[in-house]
C-alpha cells in the first residue's frame, strides 16, 4: 500500500498526460490531471472511453502508428505523434512513450506523453532566426565559422564555402592557412592569431585568400578566442567577402595616381582649389614656373590672398561659373584657363 500510494503521488502529479488503457479494446481505465486538462475534459468523461471516441489524435493515422508501434517492440520509446484538444482547437506535438502492465488480471499499457508544444516554438522560432541570420549573412557576404584549437575548423556557415569557392557540406579544410591564405598574408594572419590566444583578445585582418580554382579574393576576418575553465580552447568568428569593394577601391588609386601624374606633368598652368574657401590643395610645376609662387608658399592660401586675383574679381569669376552650371554651360575652356 505505501508503494502504491507514492506511485500514485507521482502519477497524479506528473506534469505530462499520462493514463492506462486496455490493450484489448482501447479504453482508458485511469488517466491523470494533466491528461484530463489537455483534452479539457472532466476524469469521468475519459474514463471507459477510447481515444478513437475522444478524437485524441490529430488523425487515423496516429493512433495507427501508436499500435504498430507497441504491437512491433512490445513498447513505445518516445514516439513522435501529434495530438489535439477540441476543447482548445489546438494540435499539440510530442513524444509518446509506453509499456505493457497487468492491470485486475488485464493486459494493459501505461503509456506518458510529453508535450512539445513549448520545445517546437522554441525549435521554430530558432530555426526562423537562424534562416534569418543566414539570409543575412548571404546579403552582405558574411560568413561564420568556429575553429577548435589544434583539430581545426568544426563549422562553417554556407557563405564562407561560397567565399572560399567550395562547395556547401565539402569537407573542411585542413591546414587552412597554407593551403587557401595567399602567401603575402599567411605570417601576418598567424602573429594575430598568437596574440589573440595568448592576450584573450580580438583580432581582425584584411587579406587575400585563393579559391579552390586559384583565384585570389579580398576578405576581412575578424575572430575572438573562447575561453572554457581557464584556458583558450577554440576561436570564433567571421569572415567577409570584400572583393568587390577592395578592387574598386584600388582602381580608384590607380586612377588618383594617374591623374596626379598626368596633372604633374601637364604643360599648363593648373591648380586645384575648394570651392568652399577658395584655398589651394594642389598646383603643378607650371603653375609654380608662370606665378613664381613655391608650392609651399601656395598650398592652404587663397588666389586673393597670394595677390592672383581681388575679392571683387573672385566675386565675378565665382558668380560667371554660377550662372554657367546654371545655364547647363561647359565649363572646361573656363577651368582651363582659370589659374
Known sequence: RSSEAKYTTFYQTLPDPAGISRISDGRYIDVNPAFC?????????????????????????E??????????????DRLPLVAQSLSRGVRIPGLMSARPVLVDGENCFVFVFHDMT???????????????LQQAGRMARLGAWEDELGKGFAYWTDVCFDIHGMAPGAPLPLDYINRLVAPAYREALRARLRQSIHERTEWSIEMEVQQAGGRPVWVRARGEPVVENGRVTRMRGVIQDIDEAKRAEQRLRQSEERFSRIFQLMPYPMGLSRRADGRYVDINPAWVEMLGIPREQAIGRTAIELGIFTAKERAAQLAAEAEAEANGTDLTAMASSAP
Open 37 to 61: 486538462a489537455v483534452l479539457g475534459l472532466a476524469r469521468e468523461q475519459v474514463v471507459g472511453r477510447t481515444s478513437t471516441e475522444l478524437q485524441v489524435w490529430a488523425s487515423e493515422q
Open 63 to 76: 493512433r495507427i502508428r501508436l499500435v504498430e508501434a507497441f504491437r512491433r517492440e512490445g513498447q513505445v
Open 118 to 132: 513549448e520545445a517546437q516554438r522554441t525549435s521554430d522560432e530558432l530555426r526562423a532566426l537562424n534562416n534569418l
